[in-house]
C-alpha cells in the first residue's frame, strides 16, 4: 500500500476532478485526459512524455 492507497489505485487532487466533471471533453479527450492522468498522477510523476506510438492507441 503506496501513500493510504490500495495497489490498482490513482490518486488525484479534488480540484482536478471538479475541473474535469465541469468540462465537456468529447470521448476521445476524455479517453487521453484518463491516460495522462493515469500515466502521471498513477505513477507520482510531474511530467508525462510518451512517444507517438502509445498514444494512437487510445
Keep these: 500500500m503506496a501513500n493510504g492507497l490500495k495497489s490498482g489505485y490513482t490518486k488525484v487532487p479534488n480540484k482536478v476532478m471538479e475541473d474535469i466533471m465541469r468540462t465537456d471533453f468529447t ?9 495522462v492522468l493515469r500515466n ?19
Excluded: A, D, M
Design 27 to 35: 470521448k476521445r479527450e476524455y479517453k487521453l485526459l484518463l491516460w
Design 40 to 58: 502521471g498522477y498513477g505513477y507520482h510523476r510531474e511530467h508525462v512524455w510518451s512517444q507517438t506510438n502509445s498514444v494512437h492507441l487510445i
